[in-house]
């Protein structure tokens, strides 16, 4: 990723040496002599890795930052409601989608900075990615995910499903599940199974009766959907 204003070179090349001396003591126990190799390539002090302070969190008085951590479980559950989308979707890992994110102001400036880690992480075109305060003028045709309070995101639903292949396959799971409706319903219209059989059975295949004409009518609801 570019590095958009040389001014803030140092900021990061500090940040990544941090993280970076701080990941290798971490993976000491586990890979001692690897990380004692890279350990001595970097500026360091002292003998050895092995002699070297253990990390703790908030050692350093900057170690932390409440609002950055804030902003960026933000970003990180905006990106998990979108992949979370895709998958309930059956959408293609490689396939790019547009999305529309509506934030509060408190938030715009850091998404809008972060557009190019949210367009690869959630696999969005960075073309079709708008990151703005205004909602848009209708959410027909849309879905709609609430992050959190304050912000949103508008999936286009043509983005997300193939309407042919979408159909074809809702049409192929519904005949399944209507035939195995229509055997359960022929069990329990048997005077035969519902007399003689034992009552905990008799009423697990009505329960199982239940949850297929559930299935059903949803597959039936999104089929209409589609069209």
């Known amino acids: 990723m570019r590095m958009r204003d040389p001014a803030q070179a140092p900021a990061v090349r500090r940040t990544l040496t941090y993280v970076w001396s701080r990941c290798i003591a971490l993976l000491h126990p586990f890979m001692p002599f690897l990380t004692e190799v890279l350990w ?8 050895s890795l092995m002699m070297a302070q253990w990390p703790k969190m908030g050692h350093e ?4 930052d409440p609002v950055a951590e804030k902003k960026f479980d933000s970003l990180q559950a905006m990106v998990r409601a979108v992949r979370n989308a895709r998958a309930d979707y059956h959408v293609e890992p490689g396939k790019k989608i547009g999305a529309r994110v509506v934030v509060g102001e408190a938030l715009l400036t850091e998404l809008q900075g972060e557009a190019e880690a949210i367009a690869l992480l959630a696999r969005i075109d960075p073309a079709l990615l708008h990151i703005t305060s205004t ?4 959410a027909q045709d849309t879905v709609h995910l609430v992050v959190e309070d304050g912000l949103e995101v508008f999936l286009p639903l043509a983005d997300l499903v193939d309407k042919e292949k979408e159909t074809a396959r809702l049409t192929k799971q519904g005949e399944k599940i209507g035939k195995d409706v229509a055997v ?13 059989a034992p009552a905990e059975k008799v009423q ?4 199982d009766l239940a949850e297929k004409q559930e299935q059903l009518h949803i597959i039936e609801k999104s089929l209409a959907d589609l069209r």
């Open 184 to 196: 359960l319903e022929g069990r329990l219209g048997s005077s035969g199974f519902t007399d003689k």
């Open 40 to 47: 001595q390539l970097q500026p360091h002090e002292g003998l």
């Open 204 to 207: 697990q295949v009505r329960q």
């Open 61 to 64: 008085p900057s170690a932390r």
């Open 135 to 138: 909602p848009p003028a209708s």
